[in-house]
């Protein structure tokens, strides 16, 4: 029931704010994301999956008594962390468009409402179907967004997100199918049920047929992750987006990408991950170095923020692929840290483009001067995204690299990269700190630039208003906590992980015979 | 006169005569979509959807004929609704149209592009 | 488990299984109070900064909370029992599985080690924030916030370090003190000098980090753990021999030693820290001289069993050759500058080359006696420069500086910097003198590939070290009264009203805080001869009880190692007696050819430095000194230049191979096959429904054929 | 491979087509209209062989049939080829009225002859009058030249491979789907659906039995006794003759109000949204009007190209 009220209730609302008159949109959007915020937060307390290996929030909703399809739903912890970051996450982006849209925003709204069911659903989807349907119609929403509200090559940059990221599902969609048609053959009935499909995955397909599942879903995945070469849309859309949508896009978009990998990739074809994740594993680092010193040349700020989500989503992958309790957890983290950290720097950077219109670094610079409360919070959400240990971005990417590093065959500890692997990832921090610091250095020190034909913005004050703060400081508080008690989240996805990583039964075999411990 | 009011009976039909009415059906619809896709004057283009109309108007009517099921001719009462709304809103458009370019050729109309 | 009862488990459930040695101290929560009070701290400035407080405030709760972390870490030193206690303060990073778990807590691990480091750390903190008070009274406002809020958290990070029971915490720590230098350092941000120093500060220690950080996983994955009780005991049990590569642990010293190198501003990552001057000058003085900078040796130190572990010491000879070239490099680049503050930064990176190399010639006990020495004497001479620098508007060229100790209310200054340079030059009986000859002595008598001419080229490094010491000094502070002004107008109190600059002499704050510490400075000497049963005194037994004894000599010797390391000799004398005449000797001929050349016959400095320049054969002795040795355009033309042009090919192969290749172009590859096959695609209505319509009637045709005629079964 | 000669027939139909498309010789033209006629006569051919075909007693029904059909695609094919599209239209009239005789043939009186009302009454009336308001507007100095968009085809080739792929599919699924259809209605169905229908029609009943002479009031049950509809009951047994049962019309309009209520109303819709549409699209052109108004008033006129903004 729970979970079909998070998912329907932003529906209901969206309807609500489409037929209601432009003036109260806002502020209803606004009511309605913050009571689904603490619908999720009961429906967190309430959660039995915490730390075990159990699920919640279960609805078993056959849609009728013959059909394959169902209306299951159910959240495992690492979905109901994902969850939480969504519904955390919506209220700051209402709130953070607050002034930003002025034009169609009743539109805006009813798309951001309907943006946060559909993500919602993919992370409480236990039907593969539903999953399917959710995680294509995320685009939906969110191609309106960028293409209605975004800026001046958004025509462009919607169309190819959509398009990319659609041609790369259509290949996922293809791996499903191969899979149901598969389970059809062998139990003479369509089943979707993620849990039946994944269970029927393992044993029942062939190494190459694995191999080609494992290829269409990571197509799917990885474009919407983005892995190395294929990333090209995100710079885009994300500069192109407006600041609620680059929000969304980077806190929860990218991680329906790592969240499928995570749900559909390694429990169904364990084996086939094991033969490709060498390959996944340098992509993912290519990706890090590579998109980090294109970072490191940008002018654009906000092209800048869109290119470090490429190279801190290696971070991410790397971790899942690292296959042991380290590099997933770190890699679950980070998904949550990402979006918090990541998320808050697009505020950030909307917030400057409000009140001067442009996002290059070289004609505004030096705000620390007449915008100093900015840029204490630029400041803070960079550092969380560096890496500074206290701050979230430090524990995940500490995880994820000390994961990857364990594993190989001279490790300690199992999984399937090797210290190389992870030295050469480690070098994305400090590219991390290169290029962040240089951004820091150009916008936020410095002498002060302002754009020629700057004046002042009519509504907003010079430095932030309560209102931005209000946006920022639940963000900075998810980042500080986060940073000084990870085990919050690392006890309660415990069991998920230890759950997915028992289909590794030699990995963390070896693991045990291996362990030394000096106890 | 009492034909139209009162029933004839008639013999099954065969399905030589099923067929040929089909096959006729088929050959108009084929003419009416090539003239759709080869001329370029709106007007006539439209005309040709009504040939494709006529096509499947013979169809239904063949097959209601075949089942002695009357609802093959209910759905070409449809069809002439359909068809009457679409040249009443269709026919306003092209002159809507023509009044902007002052010409009737499809291919000045290219909005549909990307 | 609910998220209520987890939120109630925040608390440290399980404490780590109990180690034989080391005692549960769970009754010494309050220690937390070290790190406790400087984020307080922070927090109380950051709420000034809030309330737009102009007065002084931040200061006085910076100054009381470290002094009360002071108080507490004395404590902590008078409730020490050898040999360490854990304390666990709050649960962080706590990972566990079936079969293993990953634990790093914020523990701290309380040995003689971290109690020397902890209370020098604390006591100069709160001293040097006293001094800032004054300094930093011009900033009065969010600057002034915002400089006691960067102290806070340097003192915070700083604590981490150094009381860390595990290397994660101290991997904090040392990003942390990073961070705050950056913040420090980049403290006058409209300076574009000062955020291109600070920017570069923290990318070179980054690359110093990610040593760390790939040694901290490499002790994880071959000793399985990351806490330094547990790692002694894996490394004396000897049972990580079984599960691990040999390289592994092999290369754990090397990164730590980047990780050392990058922190503590040596070869080949030093070229931060004479940048790092742009911050004010109490910075410089507690994190870019006392405090932050000896990190790197703290760690080694820490870290000291990981480096004995291969027998050959391959490692350790290694840190010990680039202690001394470091510390030649600095000080020949430090004889030729002109700006007094980078002179000291020189010094810095020059005495830090000192404590490598007392590291690498197996004298933990040599080192951490110059950390202890260097802090106070070090911290001495940058407080000085920085009361000049305040007294004459940001002046810091020593040719335009003369005669201070003349002055009026200059007096305390000029002679805490005497005292300072004293003991920088190892004049006898000085703190540095004994510091110093703990290294030099044992550069002679460890054996080790050229240890013989890395200690002669250490004393000559004295040697120069006397001689740039004292050029400082007797340019400053001796010979006749004349300055100039700077160019850094700030508050305008002193300004030029009647045409003429009045210096302004340091007050209260100021003058205290130097004279304590340039007593300290002196003081410093004494511990030596605190005879505690180890030779070595005071320092020697803090080094004893911890990781690092094995590089006490006194120690090695009583464990019969004697044998291996056969004493080698100086002159014929044993180094430890023969060093006291020779480095004595060594800074004399330094500080009298200071004397000769910048008090008595200043234009004789001039023509020199003329001469050697009109000669080809030698003019690029002193240009290449001066601009220190190219080692800054060297490192551009090699590193970020071609990262920079390489970054933008990347950029260029990113938006034209990737986006527009690969990704448009297959984009464009159905529309360019349908614009083969027949003009499709162009978008008018007859393309449309001609594809359409030829597609419909495929498929009917096609399933025809197949289903009724099976013409392709 | 038999089941591909309707396929070669329409392939042989189509290329007919396309030499009386494409611009030539009227000799060439005649020839592909002599090709496209065989190759429809030889599809026709094709359904004469196939099984269960009775052709005397078809004969008469077949002339018929082949003179409508003729008709009708001679009708359609003109309509496309002809340059000016008032011929079009014309021809469009020849095929609604010779689909109409085809209808017939059927016995669908009702529907032939409302599509003859409907098209050819209506609907093509108003394609029309739209051509000669478009072809008077369009070309006021050059009456009377065909515009090159209705001389040139447009990628005839193109279209007429589609077409005939299209008639092939489609005769194609005529010819190998038909024998899977079920069994036609035979008359005794026929009958039995017609006495329901009598049963459900009570002023029809009442007014057949008065005829019949069954005292009002009598109960009878309707029942088809060997293809002959009887009404049993309170001792009578009378034969309701063929003329007194519903015909094809009613059935048809028993059908309508009685199984598609609901599609009757929205057509009923469709024609109102549809009547709106008009009217505000007719508004617009009135805006557009006020255009040809201001340019013999002798103002500025605003560009036919410029967007409807401008005028409003």
């Not at chain 3, 092999?250 to 001057?277: C, E, H, R, T």
Request: charged share 10%; glycine share 10%; aromatic share 12%.
């Amino acid at each position: 029931m729970m979970a079909t009220l998070l998912i329907a209730l932003p529906l209901l609302v969206g309807v609500l704010i489409a037929v209601s008159p432009q003036r109260v949109s806002r502020s209803l959007a606004l009511a309605g994301t913050c009571g689904i915020f603490l619908l999720s937060i009961w429906a967190a307390v309430d959660f039995p999956g915490w730390g075990t290996t159990k699920w919640g929030l279960m609805v078993d909703a056959p849609w009728s008594d013959t059909s394959a399809f169902t209306f299951d739903l159910g959240a495992d912890s690492v979905a109901m962390v994902l969850v939480l970051l969504t519904t955390f996450l919506m209220p700051l982006a209402v709130l953070g468009s607050w002034t930003a849209v002025t034009t169609r925003r009743r539109e805006f709204f009813a798309w951001l409402m309907v943006l946060q069911a559909a993500m919602t659903g993919v992370f409480l989807a236990r039907d593969l179907v539903l999953f399917y349907v959710c995680f294509e119609f995320t685009l939906v929403p969110m191609y309106f967004l960028i293409a209605i509200y975004g800026s001046t090559n958004r025509a462009k940059a919607s169309l190819k997100f959509f398009v990319y990221t659609f041609t790369g599902s259509l290949l996922a969609l293809a791996g499903f199918l191969y899979v149901g048609w598969a389970y059809a053959q062998e139990y003479g009935a369509w089943s979707f049920s993620i849990e039946a499909l994944a269970a029927f995955a393992r044993t029942g397909l062939s190494a190459t047929e694995a191999g080609f599942v494992l290829l269409a879903l990571m197509a799917g995945f990885a474009v919407k992750v983005p892995l190395f070469p294929v990333h090209t849309w995100l710079p885009l859309a994300h500069t192109e987006a407006p600041t609620a949508g680059s929000v969304i896009l980077a806190g929860v978009l990218l991680k329906l990408g790592t969240y499928g990998l995570y749900r559909f990739v390694l429990p169904m074809v364990p084996a086939a991950v094991i033969e490709w994740t060498p390959l996944i594993g340098v992509l993912s680092i290519v990706g890090i170095i590579y998109a980090g010193l294109i970072c490191w040349v940008q002018s654009d700020v906000k092209k800048l923020v869109a290119y470090s989500s490429v190279s801190h989503l290696g971070f991410c992958v790397l971790g899942l692929f690292a296959l042991n309790p380290m590099g997933l957890q770190g890699s679950v983290l980070y998904m949550v840290n990402h979006g918090l950290s990541t998320g808050a720097l697009f505020f950030l950077i909307g917030m400057m483009y409000e009140r001067y219109h442009t996002r290059d670094m070289g004609s505004v610079g030096g705000l620390a001067k007449v915008m100093p409360v900015w840029s204490c919070f630029m400041v803070f959400f960079v550092l969380a995204s560096v890496g500074l240990p206290g701050l979230n971005g430090f524990i995940s990417e500490f995880l994820c690299l000390i994961g990857a590093f364990a594993g190989g065959a001279g490790g300690a500890y199992p999984g399937l990269l090797g210290p190389w692997y992870a030295a050469f990832a480690a070098i994305g921090m400090v590219i991390a700190a290169m290029y962040l610091l240089m951004m820091v250095g150009k916008i936020v020190f410095g002498q002060l630039r302002e754009p020629a034909d700057h004046h002042a913005h009519e509504l907003l004050p010079t430095d932030l208003n309560a209102r931005e703060i209000a946006v920022l400081v639940p963000l900075a508080i998810g980042c500080v906590v986060l940073g000084v008690a990870p085990w919050l989240a690392t006890d309660a996805i415990a069991g998920s992980i230890t759950e997915t990583l028992s289909l590794y039964p030699e990995a963390v075999n070896a693991a045990h015979d291996l362990m030394v411990v000096a106890r | 006169m009492s034909d139209l009011l009162h029933m004839t009976l008639a013999s099954a039909m065969t399905e030589a005569d099923l067929a040929r009415f089909l096959v006729l059906s088929s050959l108009l619809f084929a003419v009416g979509l090539c003239g759709f896709l080869t001329r370029r004057n709106l007007i006539v283009m439209f005309l040709c959807t009504e040939l494709m109309f006529q096509a499947a108007v013979i169809a239904f009517v063949a097959f209601g004929r075949w089942h002695w099921d009357f609802s093959g001719q209910v759905f070409v009462i449809f069809i002439l609704t359909i068809a009457a709304a679409e040249a009443a809103l269709a026919l306003a458009l092209v002159v809507l149209l023509h009044r902007r370019r002052n010409t009737l050729d499809a291919d000045t109309w290219t909005e549909l592009h990307e | 488990m609910s998220l209520l009862s987890m939120l109630s488990s925040s608390v440290l459930t399980a404490a780590p299984v109990p180690v034989a040695d080391v005692h549960q101290a769970f009754d010494m929560g309050w220690a937390g109070l070290i790190l406790w009070l400087p984020l307080l701290s922070l927090i109380a400035c950051g709420c000034c900064a809030m309330m737009r407080c102009t007065s002084k405030l931040p200061a006085w709760i910076t100054v009381g909370s470290l002094a009360g972390s002071f108080v507490t870490a004395m404590f902590l030193y008078l409730n020490y029992e050898p040999p360490g206690d854990v304390v666990n303060i709050v649960r962080w990073i706590d990972l566990s599985w079936v079969g293993g778990g990953f634990e790093a807590n914020i523990s701290f691990y309380i040995d003689s080690l971290s109690l020397l480091w902890i209370l020098f750390v604390t006591g100069l903190g709160t001293l040097i924030a006293f001094y800032a008070s004054e300094y930093m009274e011009t900033d009065l406002g969010s600057g002034y916030c915002r400089f006691f809020a960067g102290v806070s958290v340097f003192l915070f990070a700083m604590s981490a370090l150094v009381l860390a029971d595990n290397l994660v915490l101290l991997y904090l720590g040392w990003e942390g003190v990073g961070f705050a230098s950056y913040w420090l350092i980049g403290y006058y941000y409209t300076k574009p000098e000062a955020v291109a120093a600070a920017k570069k500060a923290f990318i070179v220690n980054r690359i110093g980090d990610l040593g760390l950080a790939l040694a901290v996983y490499l002790c994880w994955t071959s000793f399985g753990t990351v806490q330094y009780d547990e790692l002694v005991t894996v490394i004396e049990s000897g049972d990580y021999a079984r599960m691990t590569d040999d390289w592994s642990v092999a290369a754990i010293p090397w990164l730590l030693m980047l990780a050392a190198f990058g922190k503590s501003a040596q070869l080949p990552l030093y070229v931060w820290l004479p940048d790092a001057m742009e911050g004010p000058t109490p910075v410089s003085a507690l994190i870019h001289a006392a405090t932050m900078v000896t990190a790197g040796i703290y760690l080694l130190a820490r870290m000291y069993p990981v480096f004995l572990l291969d027998g050959d010491h391959t490692a350790l000879h290694v840190v010990a050759w680039v202690g001394g070239l470091t510390a030649l490099l600095a000080a020949t680049i430090g004889m030729a500058q002109y700006d007094i503050k980078r002179i000291m930064a020189y010094s810095t990176v020059s005495q830090l080359g000192y404590m490598f190399m007392g590291l690498g010639v197996l004298t933990t006990y040599g080192a951490a006696y110059h950390v202890f020495t260097h802090a106070f004497f070090k911290a001495a001479l940058f407080l000085t420069c920085g009361a000049v620098m305040h007294g004459f508007a940001g002046q810091l060229d020593l040719r335009k500086l003369s005669g201070l100790r003349h002055m009026k209310g200059w007096k305390i200054t000029s002679y805490a910097m005497l005292i300072g340079c004293l003991c920088l030059a190892g004049f006898p009986f000085t703190s540095g003198y004994f510091s110093k000859d703990a290294i030099l002595a044992e550069a002679f008598v460890t054996h080790g590939p050229g240890f013989q001419w890395l200690g002669f080229m250490a004393l000559f490094t004295a040697g120069l070290t006397a001689y740039y010491t004292f050029r400082v000094w007797f340019r400053v502070c001796a010979g006749p009264v004349s300055y100039e002004a700077g160019d850094d107008h700030h508050g305008d109190d002193h300004g030029h009203d009647d045409g003429h600059f009045h210096p302004h002499a340091p007050r209260f704050a100021m003058n205290s805080v130097m004279a304590i510490i340039a007593i300290g400075a002196l003081v410093a000497a004494v511990p030596y001869f605190m005879d505690s049963g180890v030779k070595g005194g005071w320092i020697a037994d803090m080094v004893n009880d911890s990781t690092a004894s094995e590089g006490i000599p006194a120690v090695r010797a009583a464990a019969d190692h004697a044998a291996d390391h056969a004493h080698g000799s100086l002159f014929g004398y044993d180094p430890h007696v023969a060093m006291y005449w020779v480095s004595g000797g060594v800074g004399f001929i330094g500080i009298a050819i200071a004397a000769w050349l910048h008090l008595f016959r200043r234009e004789d400095a001039v023509s020199l430095r003329r001469a050697l320049l009109s000669r080809s054969a030698t003019a690029w002795l002193p240009r290449a000194m001066e601009r220190k040795w190219y080692v800054d355009e060297i490192y551009h033309a090699l590193i970020r230049a071609p990262l920079w042009v390489g970054s933008h090919v990347l950029h260029g192969i990113d938006r034209i191979l990737v986006d527009m290749v690969l990704v448009d172009g297959t984009a464009k590859l159905p529309r360019l096959l349908g614009r083969w096959v027949q003009p499709l695609t162009n978008g008018t209505v007859h393309a449309s429904a001609t594809a359409m319509a030829g597609g419909v009637a495929l498929l009917v045709i096609v399933v025809l054929l197949i289903l009724h005629l099976g013409v392709f079964a | 491979m038999p089941g591909l000669l309707p396929l070669l027939a329409t392939g042989v139909a189509a290329l007919g087509l396309l030499l009386i498309l494409l611009p030539g010789p009227v000799a060439v033209r005649r020839g592909g209209g002599l090709v496209a006629i065989g190759g429809v006569v030889w599809l026709m051919l094709q359904t004469g062989a196939m099984p269960g075909d009775d052709a005397v007693a078809a004969l008469a029904r077949q002339a018929a049939f082949v003179v409508f059909a003729a008709m009708s695609l001679a009708g359609a094919v003109q309509m496309i080829s002809q340059q000016r599209p008032v011929y079009s239209a014309l021809f469009f009239v020849l095929v609604v009225l010779s689909t109409c005789g085809v209808l017939l043939l059927l016995e669908a009186w009702f529907m032939a002859f409302s599509v003859v009302i409907v098209y050819a009454g209506a609907i093509l009336i108003t394609y029309m009058f739209v051509l000669m308001l478009a072809q008077q507007a369009s070309d006021a100095d050059h009456i009377g030249e065909i515009p090159e968009y209705d001389r040139r085809a447009h990628e005839p080739v193109a279209g007429v491979i589609v077409a005939a792929l299209m008639a092939g599919g489609l005769t194609l699924s005529v010819f190998t789907g038909i024998a899977d259809l079920p069994k036609p209605a035979d008359t005794t169905e026929q009958v039995n659906a017609t006495a329901t229908l009598f049963d459900h029609l009570p002023r029809m009943r009442e007014a057949a039995l008065a005829k019949a002479g069954v005292p009002e009031g009598t109960e009878v049950t309707i029942t088809v006794i060997d293809d002959v509809v009887h009404a049993v009951g309170g001792g009578h047994e009378v034969i309701i003759p063929t003329e007194d049962l519903p015909g094809s019309t009613r059935q048809v309009g028993w059908d309508l109000v009685a199984r598609f209520p609901a599609s009757l109303e929205v057509a009923g819709v469709v024609l109102l949204m549809a009547m709106f549409g008009a009217v505000v699209l007719a508004r617009r052109q009135i805006d557009m009007g006020e255009d040809a108004l201001r340019a013999s008033a002798g103002l500025d006129v605003i560009a036919p190209a410029e967007d409807e903004g401008a005028a409003s």
